[in-house]
C-alpha cells in the first residue's frame, strides 16, 4: 500500500506535511520536548472556519490557582507549542495555561484556510479561545506569536486582561539580518557537538545546545511545508488603537527588532506600556532566561489581575 501523502489536492496557501512518515517522526520529537517542561492535564481539538487548533492545557498545580485569570502561550513561526517547555512549570503552578499549536506552523492543529490576513487571524483565535470557553485570558505570544497577539489587541481586545510580547513581531519589517540570523543558526546545528556550545554563544541560539529542541527543529524543516508571507507590521495608527494593559520585552542582541527604538516607541504610542529590554539575550529570551522572564511575566499579570 502506497505511502499516504498531503501532496494530492494541496492549496498553495495553506500549510501541509509532506507526508505521514515524517510528520510521525515530527510528532515525536514534539512529545520529546513537551517532556521538557509540565505535563499537560488534557489536550483539545478546537474547530473554526480556517481549521482545527491543538490546545494543550497545563495547571494549575495549587487548586487555589483555577480562579486566578488564565494564560494563552502562542509560539513562533516554524515551531510548536513544545517550545514553551521553559515556562510552562512555572505559570501553570500559578494558573490555568494554554498552549496552541497555530495552524499553518509544524504542529498537531490542522489548516483549512490561510490566515495570514490580519482580520482573518484575529478572527480565528477569537473563534478558537470561545471554544474553550476562555472569555478573559492573559494572552503571550514570541515572534511570530507575538505578531498574532499585537494584532489581536489591535482587532479583538474584549476578551484580553493583557498583553505580553516577548522579542516579537508586529513592531518592524522583518530585515535580511534577521533571515541571515536563521540561516546561520540552521547551518551552526550541523555543526560538530564539540562546537555547538560556542555557536550557540556567538548566534544566541540555545536550540543548539538542546538536544531534543534541535532534533524537533530539523525534522519541522523536513516534514513540513509553510505557506504564508512574512507579516506586515503594525502602523502607528494601529498601535495607538492598543489599550489592552501590555508588556514588550526584548532580547539586548534582538535581530528582529531594534531593541532600544522600540523601548522608547511602544510605550509612546500605547498608552500604559511597560517595555523593558533583557541583556545578555537575543530573539529568545524566554528560553535564554527562563526563571528571570516567567518571574516577571507573573509579576505583570499578576499586577494587572
Known amino acids: 500500500m502506497p505511502e499516504t501523502t498531503t501532496r494530492d489536492h494541496a492549496r498553495p496557501d495553506v500549510g501541509r506535511y509532506v507526508n505521514d512518515t515524517l510528520r510521525e517522526r515530527y510528532f515525536a520529537a514534539c512529545d520529546a520536548v513537551h517532556a521538557l517542561g509540565a505535563q499537560a492535564v488534557a489536550e483539545a481539538e478546537v474547530e473554526s472556519r480556517f481549521g482545527t487548533t491543538h490546545v494543550y492545557r497545563y495547571g494549575p498545580d495549587d487548586p487555589a ?20 517547555y521553559p515556562n510552562t512549570p512555572a505559570l501553570s503552578a500559578d494558573r490555568p495555561v494554554y498552549a496552541i499549536d497555530t495552524p499553518g506552523d509544524p504542529g498537531r492543529s490542522v489548516q483549512r484556510e ?63 539580518r534577521f533571515f541571515v540570523w536563521i540561516f546561520a543558526s540552521l547551518f551552526a546545528s ?73 523601548l522608547e516607541r511602544v510605550p509612546r504610542l500605547v498608552p500604559g506600556a511597560r517595555a523593558e529590554i533583557v541583556m545578555s539575550t537575543g530573539h529568545g529570551p524566554q528560553i535564554d532566561h527562563a526563571d528571570e522572564i516567567n518571574r516577571r511575566m507573573l509579576g505583570f499579570m499578576a499586577s494587572v489581575d
Open 65 to 84: 490557582g483555577e480562579s486566578r485569570t488564565p494564560v494563552v502561550l502562542v509560539h513562533g513561526a516554524g515551531s510548536c507549542s513544545a517550545m514553551w
Open 114 to 176: 490561510p490566515l495570514h490576513d490580519p482580520e482573518h487571524a484575529a478572527q480565528w483565535l477569537d473563534e478558537t479561545l470561545a471554544g474553550l470557553g476562555l472569555d478573559r485570558f492573559h494572552l503571550v505570544g514570541t515572534s511570530y506569536g507575538g505578531w498574532l497577539a499585537l494584532n489581536q489587541a489591535h482587532r479583538r481586545p474584549d476578551r484580553l486582561a493583557s498583553v505580553t510580547l516577548l522579542d516579537p513581531g508586529g513592531l518592524e519589517k522583518v530585515g535580511l
Open 190 to 262: 550541523f555543526a560538530p557537538k564539540a562546537l555547538r556550545p560556542r555557536l550557540a554563544a556567538w548566534l544566541e541560539q540555545p536550540v543548539l545546545v538542546v538536544p531534543q529542541l534541535r532534533t524537533m527543529i530539523h525534522r519541522a524543516r523536513r516534514a513540513y511545508r509553510i505557506r504564508r508571507p512574512a507579516p506586515l507590521p503594525l502602523s502607528e495608527a494601529d498601535l495607538a488603537t492598543v489599550h489592552t494593559p501590555l508588556y514588550l520585552v526584548l532580547g539586548e542582541r534582538s535581530l528582529l527588532v531594534h531593541p532600544r527604538r522600540q
